[in-house]
């Protein structure tokens, strides 16, 4: 039975991957750092949980003891926004504060959790992380360490490849399903980035899990290295 690790799976995409992997008979992990919903979501699921922030390397020390015996998948999905950007006006050391708290969120977290985990990685596995369609745009914290994470995983796939293990970054547009926005998207803004989609809808959960899904699958064990974008043509490579 594959062994997978979903961080931040207690909601939104964390939790449709998680539920993906369910769907095959896999023994899925999620972490999350409110323990009220992790719980509730690892009932609904049927998944182990571990409360565990990312940021905090005894927290992924502690993660990392589950797994003594062996991991096949890491699906690092936990962050996000970190909180209103401060006025242009504000001290420095806020400005400091606002950079540093998104990077070691979205960023940091993924790092961390991959580097505890490394020894126990099995030949076969996968490193899925969670992107942004942001990256191509950063300007803030989060659109910028999503943008750093596509480059760490670019290493990370050389470093892991010997091994036989694949990394990649499936990178959302809008998604449906999350609370990425905290509830304060308005419908202009809704209707704006639907609008900017070729296929004019909204992205759901179930789109990304799908592609975190095949990406683990032995099926796309030449597939490596990689950002993946699901956005609906909002944003196109060539």
């Known amino acids: 039975m594959r062994k997978i690790l979903v961080t931040g799976g207690s909601r939104g995409i964390g939790y449709a991957i998680a539920d993906a992997f369910i769907g095959d008979g896999a023994d899925v992990t999620i972490t999350g750092r409110d323990g009220d919903r992790l719980t509730a979501a690892g ?13 905090d390397t005894d927290a992924v020390e502690a993660l990392a003891a589950h797994f003594h015996d062996g991991v096949d998948v890491i699906v690092n999905n936990a962050g996000g926004f970190t909180g209103a950007p401060p006025a242009a006006a504000a001290p420095l050391a806020t400005h400091a504060d606002h950079w540093t708290a998104g990077l ?3 960023l940091l977290s993924a790092v961390l ?17 969670i992107g942004s369609i942001g990256a191509e745009y950063a300007a803030n914290p989060y659109s910028t360490a999503k943008a750093a994470l596509a480059a760490w995983n670019a290493g990370l796939s050389a470093s892991l ?8 970054v499936v990178a959302p547009g809008f998604i449906d399903g999350t609370d990425l926005f905290g509830g304060g998207m ?3 803004r809704r209707a704006a980035l639907i609008e ?3 296929v004019k809808r909204v992205g759901q959960v179930a789109d990304v899990a ?3 899904h095949f990406l683990a699958s032995d099926r796309a064990r030449h597939i490596t290295g990689q950002t993946l974008h699901v956005n609906g043509g909002a944003h196109t490579t060539r």
């Open 104 to 106: 070691r969120a979205n």
């Open 43 to 55: 009932a609904r699921l049927g998944a182990r949980t571990v409360l565990a922030d990312g940021t």
């Open 196 to 198: 900017r989609t070729h």
């Open 186 to 188: 308005t419908a202009e």
């Open 161 to 168: 490849g010997a091994r036989d293990i694949t990394a990649n």
């Open 113 to 129: 959790t991959v580097t505890a985990l490394d020894d126990v990685l099995r030949g076969g596995g996968s490193v899925i992380s």
């Open 210 to 212: 799908a592609l975190v």
